[in-house]
């Protein structure tokens, strides 16, 4: 059984990124995916859909998305609802962060996982259990 961990929008926008410059990234993103069993947040599903929607460069056809949901099936989704969003909340005054990177943190540790892989936060940030890794650095 692989071990499960907390993913970020941007790990999986490299994933399926066609743009040659992301070769290297996308490469290790897959990667990571396949040595994890992925969790993630309704958020990490709406930006990753937005995204790919919204940045050409990316090339992320529609055949994608469909494929990108359809994997999703097999990941633990946490909703994000009230108790999540007063304990982001709670993150975003306690660490002076944005309310998105907050609402993740807050997935990302009530989730239960220990790693949390981001591009955008932290490198080696630790909240309890949980450490936030730059799966790109």
Known sequence: MLEPAFFDTNVFLYAYSQAPDDLPKRDRARDLLLRF??????????KFIAAALRKPALAIAEPQ????????????VLPVDRPLILHATTLRR???????????????????????????????????????????R
């Open 94 to 136: 306690r660490f002076s962060i944005s309310h998105g990177d907050s609402t993740l943190l807050a997935a990302a540790h009530a989730s239960g996982c220990s790693t949390l892989y981001s591009e955008d936060l932290q490198h080696g940030f630790a909240l309890d259990q949980l450490t936030i890794v730059n799966p790109f």
């Open 37 to 46: 069993a992925p969790v993630v947040s309704t958020q990490v599903l709406q």
């Open 65 to 76: 998305l469909d494929e990108f949901l359809a994997l999703t099936a097999h990941y633990l």
